[in-house]
RNA sequence: GGAGGAGUCGCAUAGUGGUUGAGUGCAGCCGCCUGCUAAGCGGUUAAGCUGGGAAACUGGCUUCGAGAGUUCGAAUCUCUCCUCCUCCGCCA
């Protein structure tokens, strides 16, 4: 959420910010109603003035005196009360425009509309040679019989699978993989809950923007999370960190939940998109004077990551029109994917900047007072696509596949095969 | 799910309609005293909004889990909700 101080004071970068991100918005008129708000609390206050004043008297009169001084404040109480109200209209009305505002995007940002104008700025890794018609994911999980989608569909729909057999200590070895880098470069690991209150969801942007992608449960107002970044976010709410104590960084181990609402024909054949899925998340609270470098640290961390894992990929700056409400700059990782041949989004890092700070009023204690800090999150493995990748560029001609030599010492195997 | 109890300025507590601009203790910080330490004495320690002022500074308002209500006036009374605790039931 941006501030209307924060409007106010740095009107036209706010308004470049959100041009960039394709939204118009009316800040003239919030500023304007601002301009209201302003008059009718002195307004307002000097009538609870008035008020306190007289409950200070009041004790001390007795008889006509008392009386008299009673019905005067009956009346102007009266009056506080319709401007109070006539104030809280107003309060609600420059709330619920600013909720609905993105948070601007950096200048770094690329100018675009949509993923066709995503910039890539660098490429690692060599795309895997076959001697033989490599194979997707699909038919490699289903000949050596490690994910099963149709029984998956059976029971629970489409967009599901089973993960079965080896697979599953493949994926636990991702887990262990990415939890012991994390923790060496000072993330302290979480498993958080995965039903958050509505407040959470707002706090984060991902209400009211997505509403149509997250699960809420019937009976509970509780929602299911698309991402741990939520409850990690949401951790430190209402609080006011010391700043010496930053970057403050935690890594999340849950499963995600998404609808995948509008997506109904991407990505319909096997487990690139599905409903449900394991995630390792980093998510870091930082100094605002130190973000942008947090950033990068990030993405350096997932390029990592992805090197170590021997997976070639290209590093992507999302365009402003591509860009979430929260996040004021984005890098994707895009994976080779083999049995696509295509680049594919695995991992993607975010600035919030103060955007969530606001909605959950996280501040840092600093000489010269409270202010607001930054919150940041990217993926360090998003175990599903990580495994697709791993799948399909380690696939060997008699049907099995290697496993990349970091992860052999925490699944005990090299190969997975029949 | 049922029955009770509780939520006050970092922690602990006082406070059942009006001198509460929320007191006291502890802890923290600053100073005094002091061979050292301890003790003692004095001061100080929340957040947000808003007005005046170039600024130093200064005036006002709000906040006692949250929201609504009663009242001229609410930490205090009423209602709803949230969180925590105890007991019973159920349960991985």
Redesign the pocket.
């Known amino acids: 959420m941006l501030s209307i101080?924060n409007i106010r004071e740095n009107f036209e970068e706010v308004e470049a910010g959100l041009a960039k991100k394709h939204v118009k918005a009316d800040l003239d008129h919030l500023i304007k109603l601002d301009d209201k708000r302003?008059q009718l609390?002195?307004e307002t206050?000097?009538l609870?003035?008035l008020?306190?004043k007289?409950?200070?008297e009041?004790?001390q009169l007795s008889g006509q005196d008392k009386e008299k001084k009673?019905a005067q404040?009956?009346e102007s109480?009266a009056k506080s009360k319709t401007l109070e109200r006539e104030l809280e209209e107003i309060k609600t009305e420059i709330d619920a425009t600013l909720v609905k505002l993105p948070n601007p995007a950096h200048e770094s940002v690329p100018e675009g509309a949509d993923e066709q104008d995503n910039v890539v700025i660098d490429t690692w890794g060599k795309k895997p040679s076959f001697d033989f018609k490599p194979k997707d994911h699909v038919d490699i999980g289903k000949d050596l019989d490690i994910i099963d989608i149709e029984r998956a569909a059976k029971v629970s729909g489409s967009r599901f699978s089973y993960i079965k057999g080896q697979l599953v200590l493949l994926e636990l070895a991702l887990v262990w993989f990415a939890l012991d880098k994390l923790i060496k470069k000072g993330f302290t690991p979480m498993l958080p809950p995965v039903l958050v209150k509505e407040a959470a969801m707002y706090g984060t942007g991902f209400l009211p923007a997505d509403e149509a992608q997250i699960y809420k449960t019937a009976l509970d107002d509780l929602y299911l999370i698309g991402t741990s970044e939520v409850p990690l976010a949401s951790y430190h709410s209402d609080e006011?960190i010391e700043e010496e104590k930053l970057p403050l960084r935690y890594t999340g181990f849950s499963t995600c939940f998404r609808r995948e609402a509008g997506a109904y024909g991407k990505d319909t054949r096997g487990m690139f998109r599905v409903h449900q899925f394991d995630k390792v998340e980093m998510f870091s609270f930082c100094s605002p004077d130190k973000s942008y470098e947090e950033h990068d640290f990030i993405r350096q961390t997932e390029e990592e990551m992805m090197q170590e894992l021997g997976l070639p990929y290209r590093v992507v700056n999302i365009c402003g029109g591509d860009l979430g409400a929260p996040a004021a700059k984005k890098y994707d990782l895009e994976i080779y994917l083999p049995g696509q041949d295509k680049y594919r989004e695995l991992t993607s890092c975010s600035n919030c900047t103060d955007f969530q700070a606001r909605r959950l009023n996280i501040?840092m204690?600093t000489d010269k007072g409270?202010q607001l800090l930054h919150t940041l999150n990217g993926t360090a493995i998003a175990v599903g696509r990580t495994i697709i990748a791993i799948l399909e560029n380690y696939q060997q001609k008699d049907g099995s596949v290697k496993v990349p030599e970091v992860l052999q010492k925490y699944t005990g195997f090299e190969v997975i095969k029949k």
């Open positions: 101080k302003r609390i002195v206050d000097e609870k003035n008020k306190n007289a409950s200070k009041i004790p009673i404040m009956k109480q006011i501040r204690r409270n």
